[in-house]
């Protein structure tokens, strides 16, 4: 299994940027996917995270900005992330806990993507 993230870049303060995350592989269930993001010389922090049930969380400094979405036929996850402040800027990952199958039994994994850089400029 593989997280592929993408979407990052370079935007001004107050734009907007959509990230993306597909997972690919043999993938039994995704129980749930989100993006958590990291600067330097601080710890990962948790972004946003979307579950089975559609049901949503987020970090209180992007509550009413960002919007974490669903793909589940598609395996993937977006995090629409506007109004993008200075404070915004870091590397974001997403992640899978999910479920795959060998010799007849599940197992629950998780898995992790690439870092996508995003910049806010003020």
């Known amino acids: 299994v593989q997280l592929q993230a993408s979407g990052g870049g370079l935007v001004q303060a107050g734009g907007s940027l959509r990230l993306s995350c597909v997972a690919y592989g043999s993938i039994v269930n995704i129980k749930s996917m989100g993006w958590h993001r990291q600067t330097s010389g601080k710890p990962r922090e948790l972004v946003a995270a979307?579950?089975?049930?559609?049901?949503?969380s987020y970090a209180d400094s992007v509550k009413g900005r960002f919007t974490i979405s669903r793909d589940n036929v598609r395996n993937t996850v977006y995090l629409q992330m506007d109004n993008l402040k200075p404070e915004d800027t870091a590397v974001y990952y997403c992640?899978?806990?999910?479920?795959?199958?060998?010799?007849?039994?599940?197992?629950?994994?998780?898995?992790w993507g690439q870092g996508t850089q995003v910049t806010v400029s003020s």
């Open positions: 992640n899978a806990d999910l479920v795959r199958e060998y010799s007849g039994r599940l197992y629950s994994y998780t898995y």
């Open positions: 979307s579950t089975s049930g559609d049901a949503a």
